[in-house]
Nanobody, 118 residues
Framework: QVQLVESGGGLVQAGGSLRLSCAVS????????MGWFRQAPGKEREFLAT????????WYADSVKGRFTISRDNAKNTVYLQMNSLKPDDTAVYYC???????????WGQGTQVTVSS
């Protein structure tokens, strides 16, 4: 079974940076797109960024464009989210997800908390 484990969250001041990591189990990591999402209290889960299976194509939500960077290391079965210029509104639980065979995000991690103080 595919498993995803996020790490790197924590408390950071506004304007600061964090790098999240997501370790993915299984042999098919390199053949699937990966994405990052977040969910704040009382809000729906929000798409943040996606990376194609080889890392050559990325796409970002407008809310994080220019501040966040997604990358992946297929040899390590790990995807990253570099977050710069963090704002209090970025406070949320951050999730990584793996594309399933049908192309939708099917596998999800447990999430890692990011809290940005003013």
């Amino acid at each position: 079974q595919v498993q995803l484990v996020e790490s790197g969250g924590g408390l950071v001041q506004a304007g600061g940076s964090l790098r999240l990591s997501c370790a993915v189990s299984g042999r098919t990591f390199s053949s699937a797109a990966m994405g990052w999402f977040r969910q704040a209290p009382g809000k729906e889960r929000e798409f943040l960024a996606t990376s194609s299976r080889n890392g050559g194509s990325v796409w970002y939500a407008d809310s994080v464009k220019g501040r966040f960077t997604i990358s992946r290391d297929n040899a390590k079965n790990t995807v990253y989210l570099q977050m710069n210029s963090l704002k209090p509104d970025d406070t949320a639980v951050y999730y990584c997800a793996r594309e399933g065979l049908a192309g939708a995000y099917e596998y999800w991690g447990q999430g890692t908390q990011v809290t940005v103080s003013s």
